[in-house]
């Protein structure tokens, strides 16, 4: 379980998080969507600690940290607890995929790197990567490096793995393959929290659906209460502005 209360951060005068709470139960999907500048990325940067939020809490597991306060040991625990995938895959240019994900095993979960090998590789396998254990990214195509970045986080076996706008970057051709391997990283139970526009993924897969604007939770709820009962205005503007095809009751 992982949850988020009272989270604010600002950059300057520019307030991006203004007291947001979430919660998510373990083996749930819950996909975060909102238009640009909304705080959905700010949101889960902080929950990493990329990025120190202003004021709040957050607890994994029996873990529970103040943002504000947060020494290096607890965000260290906080990070060995989540995983992220990037918009732009962030994968070391000068190591192969292999060694890509095995890397975050070794040096901050400190597996030998016998047993480092051997769980990347399975991973690997799992995101239909077996054939490419020794590419390097400039060999692969955007969508199989975003399968290199999954599995990386994968691998590490976290409390929740975030992700953030994962297929963003790719071409359209190439969305689906990413898309499929979210799915089935979510049908194995993996906590997951995402920052996505794609639709069709937070409809067929997501557990519970939450729309952000301006720093703050507008409304969540299952995807059909979302997308087809919304109950606030912002959130109906929304889908009506990237979903012109859909009909909904109000």
Not at 20 to 46: A, H
Not at 62 to 81: E, G, P, W
Not at 145 to 170: H, M, W
Request: proline share 3%; aromatic share 6%; net charge positive.
């Amino acid at each position: 379980m992982i949850e988020i209360k009272g989270i604010h951060k600002a950059f300057g005068k520019n307030q991006v998080l203004k007291g947001v709470d979430i919660k998510v139960d373990k083996g749930e999907v819950v996909v975060i969507l909102g238009p640009s500048g909304s705080g959905k990325t700010t949101l889960l940067r902080c929950i990493n600690f990329l990025e120190r939020a202003d004021d709040g809490d957050i607890y994994i597991g029996n873990n529970h940290v103040k943002f504000k306060h947060a020494t290096k040991k607890d965000i260290l625990s906080i990070r060995k607890q989540t995983a992220m995938v990037f918009q732009n895959y962030n994968l070391f240019n000068n190591k192969t995929a292999l060694e890509n994900v095995m890397e975050g095993l070794i040096t901050a979960r400190k597996i030998s790197k016998t047993e480092a090998k051997e769980i990347s590789k399975k991973t690997l396998d799992k995101v239909g990567l077996s054939d490419k254990y020794n590419f390097y990214p400039s060999q692969l195509s955007g969508g199989q490096q975003q399968r290199v970045g999954i599995a990386r986080a994968v691998a590490l076996n976290p409390e929740v793995i975030l992700f953030d706008e994962p297929t963003s970057a790719l071409d359209p051709e190439l969305v689906g393959e990413v898309l499929s391997v979210m799915k089935a990283v979510a049908k194995e139970g993996i906590t997951m929290i995402v920052v996505t526009h794609e639709m069709s993924f937070a409809s067929d897969i997501a557990s519970r659906v939450i729309f952000m604007d301006k720093g703050v939770v507008v409304e969540e709820g299952s995807p059909k209460d979302i997308f087809l009962r919304p109950k606030e205005e912002r959130t109906k503007q929304f889908l009506k502005r990237i979903l012109p095809e859909w009909s909904y009751s109000i």
